[in-house]
Nanobody
Framework: QVQLVESGGGLVQAGGSLRLSCAAS????????MGWFRQAPGKEREFVSAIRWGGGIIYYADSVKGRFTISRDNAKNTVYLQMNSLKPEDTAVYYC????????????????????WGQGTQVTVSS
């Protein structure tokens, strides 16, 4: 069982930065691949980024590539999403999620592949 709690959201101007954190409980955190998804008002939840359990394999949605960076610290049971050059279209509730599905290359953007989800943190980017 893994419990996930996101933090770090807030209001930021376009061009600014935020760092989201996702703290996980459970001693098996390091065995899970972790993903970030987001859901904007009136839209479906979409994939943002994913990182393999060891951190060596990372994926990004095209919309955030070059601006967002995912990382994890297994010693702290935490995964991060550094978001730079934020745009108004990045406004959404951001969720972290954990999966044991493998290979991550096949499942990284499939919400149904993720077993555990956090409650989400709001990110609002003003123009």
């Amino acid at each position: 069982q893994v419990q996930l709690v996101e933090s770090g959201g807030g209001l930021v101007q376009a061009g600014g930065s935020l760092r989201l954190s996702c703290a996980a409980s459970g001693r098996t955190f390091s065995s899970y691949a972790m993903g970030w998804f987001r859901q904007a008002p009136g839209k479906e939840r979409e994939f943002v980024s994913a990182i393999r359990w060891g951190g060596g394999i990372i994926y990004y949605a095209d919309s955030v590539k070059g601006r967002f960076t995912i990382s994890r610290d297994n010693a702290k049971n935490t995964v991060y999403l550094q978001m730079n050059s934020l745009k108004p279209e990045d406004t959404a509730v951001y969720y972290c999620a954990a999966t044991h599905k493998a290979p991550l290359s096949s499942y990284r953007d499939q919400q149904g592949a993720y077993n555990y989800w956090g409650q989400g943190t709001q990110v609002t980017v003003s123009s």
